[in-house]
């Protein structure tokens, strides 16, 4: 069983951040739509796993703005991975959800859609506004690799460039 990243608490400031970016990029999800999917429909070829998401975590749920394969749409925020995910600078990865302490009893890996595995990329904007994740899932477990992280990460830097190109498109 590995769970690799370290927590951290969100203070006020930065979860209202947080939302108001969050807010205002689900409101242009359309135009960030091709360019999103794209780096899904990568991700989950090159790690050859049914599901890959761009999951942005508002106050109460998780919304997926683009995904490949079997995706959630939208999901109460304590049920999500992704969730655990952003409260961290690093990667989460989770081998077998179903022997891990924080996500063994979660209703996303006792019942459909049955979820083992998953690695998740905090998605931080200008550096420090946790919006959430690119993650990866399947539900059978498997191993992740140090290049495996730096090829996730590297995709993940792709999905900040366009939120960014998004927010201030002169640059």
Do not use: W
Not at 12 to 39: F, Y
Not at 57 to 80: E, F, K, N
């Amino acid at each position: 069983m590995v769970a690799r990243g370290s927590c951290c608490r969100m203070d006020r400031q930065e979860m209202s951040a947080r939302a108001a970016v969050v807010s205002k990029i689900l409101k242009q999800r359309e135009a960030l739509q091709p360019l999103l999917a794209s780096v899904c429909d990568q991700a989950r070829h090159r790690f050859g796993v049914p599901s890959a998401m761009v999951n942005l975590i508002d106050d109460h749920r998780q919304v997926t703005v683009a995904g490949s394969g079997h995706v959630l749409d939208v999901i109460p925020r304590q049920r999500s991975f992704c969730n655990t995910t952003i409260r961290s600078d690093v990667p989460l990865i989770v081998e077998d959800a179903s022997e891990h302490a924080a996500f063994k009893d979660n209703p996303l890996v006792t019942g459909p859609p049955y979820i083992r595995f998953y690695a998740g990329v905090p998605l931080l904007f200008m550096r420090e506004v946790r919006l959430g994740a690119l993650c990866i899932c399947d539900q059978k477990r498997r191993h992740f690799s140090r290049g495996d992280i730096a090829e996730l990460e590297e995709l993940a830097d792709q999905v900040i460039s366009g939120i960014a190109h998004a927010q201030f498109p002169s640059f």
